[in-house]
């Protein structure tokens, strides 16, 4: 499908937050949050756990011994699932207690006082929710979009000023994010037999990266078959970089058509390939389809980094990706974001129009 063939819809934001919706019983829910997909409805406590290994950043690094297998775990579990939990990534298990903090801070702000930085409908910084399309149902969620790098486009005026430790924390947070993210790259680099610097010159360029942190939280529900909390996608970045919450499990990844819950592992990250590097990759590397459900008793919260190539630079397949046996299989782009913006209210997705 070409971007262009994107049947033109009138995008729309759910009218109020799902945290206040979160105490109306099944029967009064509005229509628009009841999803009638099959997988809904699936006993979740039958579905299994992904299986794949946990990456450890340390045996990652040229120092150790264990870096040619390791190198090779992280390989096969981005090629087949597309995402892995990572230990040993240096970020203090109190630094993640205090960005899960300032989070359930802001969202335990009053209504109004969240309003101060609500979403427009047209770009995705703020709090509110995703747009849909009219015809769409909305999800269970809400969400604080922030742009944290580069640091000096940030938009303060969606940032909460009243909670004294928001700023720092999300700054010494999102430091960290990025020194892990390097270490990543270049490691997924060396997977792949490519120079370590291929991958983090494709996402950085000459303009640095770009991050965003979406600070995600999905109240209980009653009825939580009836909603869901994110709509089965895949992210538009790079690579997002997720702190699930440490005691609410929702979070669930698509391999060969089935469903598999990831599962809560005290300290880790959890790392997933996005579309932009499942391109850069030439299909090598996937991009995470993943879900959330929602609980029936208890909220659940997460931060994700969504790190991404400046919306201007051309991304495609690195050419030491390509040859007679791997063909060129995605077109060169700019500003992926926006075609990614344009699908995401649509079921399709927009890295199908990036084939060739
Ligand atoms: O909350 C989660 O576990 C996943 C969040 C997510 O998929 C996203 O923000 O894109
Ligand atoms: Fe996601």
Same mark, same amino acid.
């Given at each position: 499908?070409?971007?262009?063939?994107?049947?033109?819809?009138?995008?729309?934001?759910?009218?109020?937050?799902?945290?206040?919706?979160?105490?109306?019983?099944?029967?009064?829910?509005?229509?628009?949050?009841?999803?009638?997909?099959?997988?809904?409805?699936?006993?979740?406590?039958?579905?299994?756990?992904?299986?794949?290994?946990?990456?450890?950043?340390?045996?990652?690094?040229?120092?150790?011994?264990?870096?040619?297998?390791?190198?090779?775990?992280?390989?096969?579990?981005?090629?087949?699932?597309?995402?892995?939990?990572?230990?040993?990534?240096?970020?203090?298990?109190?630094? #993640?207690?205090?960005?899960?903090?300032?989070?359930?801070?802001?969202?335990?702000?009053?209504?109004?006082?969240?309003?101060?930085?609500?979403?427009?409908?047209?770009?995705?910084?703020?709090?509110?929710?995703?747009?849909?399309?009219?015809?769409?149902?909305?999800?269970?969620?809400?969400?604080? %979009?922030?742009? %944290?790098?580069?640091?000096?486009?940030?938009?303060?005026?969606?940032?909460?000023?009243?909670?004294?430790?928001?700023?720092?924390?999300?700054?010494?947070?999102?430091?960290?994010?990025?020194?892990?993210?390097?270490?990543?790259?270049?490691?997924?680099?060396?997977?792949?037999? #490519?120079?370590?610097?291929?991958? %983090?010159?494709?996402?950085?360029?000459?303009?640095?990266?770009?991050?965003?942190?979406?600070?995600?939280?999905?109240?209980?529900?009653?009825?939580?078959?009836?909603?869901?909390?994110?709509?089965?996608?895949?992210?538009?970045?790079?690579?997002?970089?997720? #702190?699930?919450?440490?005691?609410?499990?929702?979070?669930?990844?698509?391999?060969?058509?089935?469903?598999?819950?990831?599962?809560?592992?005290?300290?880790?990250?959890?790392?997933?390939?996005?579309?932009?590097?499942?391109?850069?990759?030439?299909?090598?590397?996937?991009?995470?389809?993943?879900?959330?459900?929602?609980?029936?008793?208890?909220?659940?919260?997460?931060?994700?980094?969504?790190?991404?190539?400046?919306?201007?630079?051309?991304?495609?397949?690195?050419?030491?990706?390509?040859?007679?046996?791997?063909?060129?299989?995605?077109?060169?782009?700019?500003?992926?974001?926006?075609?990614? #913006?344009?699908?995401?209210?649509?079921?399709?997705?927009?890295?199908?129009?990036?084939?060739?």
């Amino acid at each position: 499908m070409a971007a262009s063939s994107v049947s033109p819809m009138k995008p729309e934001l759910p009218p109020k937050p799902t945290q206040e919706l979160s105490k109306i019983t099944g029967d009064q829910l509005p229509d628009r949050y009841i999803h009638q997909f099959p997988e809904t409805a699936a006993d979740h406590s039958a579905i299994k756990y992904m299986d794949n290994p946990i990456i450890d950043l340390n045996l990652l690094s040229a120092v150790s011994t264990h870096q040619p297998e390791e190198l090779q775990k992280l390989r096969s579990s981005l090629s087949s699932w597309g995402c892995f939990q990572l230990r040993n990534h240096g970020l203090t298990s109190s630094l #993640l207690h205090q960005i899960r903090q300032v989070e359930k801070e802001f969202f335990g702000l009053p209504l109004e006082v969240k309003q101060k930085h609500s979403r427009t409908l047209h770009w995705v910084e703020g709090y509110g929710n995703d747009t849909v399309s009219e015809d769409q149902k909305y999800c269970w969620n809400d969400r604080l %979009v922030l742009k %944290v790098y580069p640091v000096d486009q940030r938009n303060f005026k969606f940032w909460p000023e009243d909670l004294p430790k928001f700023r720092e924390t999300l700054d010494e947070y999102t430091k960290e994010v990025r020194r892990v993210l390097e270490m990543i790259l270049k490691a997924i680099s060396k997977s792949l037999n #490519l120079d370590e610097n291929s991958f %983090v010159r494709e996402c950085e360029g000459d303009e640095g990266i770009y991050m965003l942190a979406r600070f995600n939280l999905y109240p209980p529900c009653s009825t939580p078959d009836h909603v869901v909390g994110l709509k089965p996608h895949s992210d538009a970045s790079a690579v997002t970089i997720l #702190l699930q919450d440490n005691e609410v499990e929702g979070l669930q990844v698509q391999k060969d058509n089935q469903w598999f819950k990831v599962p809560i592992v005290p300290d880790t990250l959890f790392i997933n390939v996005g579309d932009q590097l499942e391109i850069m990759s030439n299909g090598i590397l996937k991009s995470a389809v993943h879900k959330v459900v929602i609980d029936k008793e208890r909220e659940r919260t997460s931060v994700a980094i969504a790190c991404f190539p400046y919306i201007e630079k051309e991304i495609g397949p690195i050419s030491e990706l390509i040859d007679k046996e791997r063909p060129q299989l995605y077109k060169k782009v700019k500003n992926y974001i926006s075609l990614y #913006l344009q699908y995401s209210p649509t079921a399709e997705r927009a890295i199908t129009a990036m084939k060739l």
